[in-house]
């Protein structure tokens, strides 16, 4: 069955910088448009970014563009998130999606991993 494990979540800084990683199984992941999608505490969750399977073109919500970087390495089976100038509305758990999301529809949740924490804070 689809299986995606997150990590790499934590505790920074504003300003600072974390990686999120995203290990998939139980499906051919190269084939597969991935999302990562957050969300923040009491409120809903949000797409924020995907990447196409092949060309790897990618898309962001404006929320996040020029400051987060998705990825993907189909040698591994493993999807990133290169996070950078972290603010404190970026404090969310953070989750890989199996799906083309967008900023109007959210992929399939039983294709979600657990998720990972990211807590930005002084």
């Known amino acids: 069955q689809v299986q995606l494990v997150e990590s790499g979540g934590g505790l920074v800084q504003p300003g600072g910088s974390l990686r999120l990683s995203c290990a998939a199984s139980?499906?051919?992941?190269?084939?597969?448009?991935m999302s990562w999608v957050r969300q923040p505490p009491g409120k809903e969750p949000e797409w924020i970014s995907r990447i196409a399977p092949g060309v790897s073109s990618t898309k962001y919500a404006s929320s996040v563009k020029d400051r987060f970087t998705i990825s993907r390495d189909d040698a591994k089976n493993t999807l990133y998130l290169q996070m950078n100038s972290l603010k404190s509305d970026d404090t969310a758990r953070y989750y890989c999606?199996?799906?083309?999301?967008?900023?109007?529809?959210?992929?399939?949740?039983?294709?979600w991993g657990q998720g990972t924490q990211v807590t930005v804070s002084p």
């Open positions: 999606a199996r799906g083309l999301g967008s900023v109007t529809t959210l992929p399939p949740r039983d294709y």
């Open positions: 139980g499906f051919s992941f190269s084939e597969y448009y």
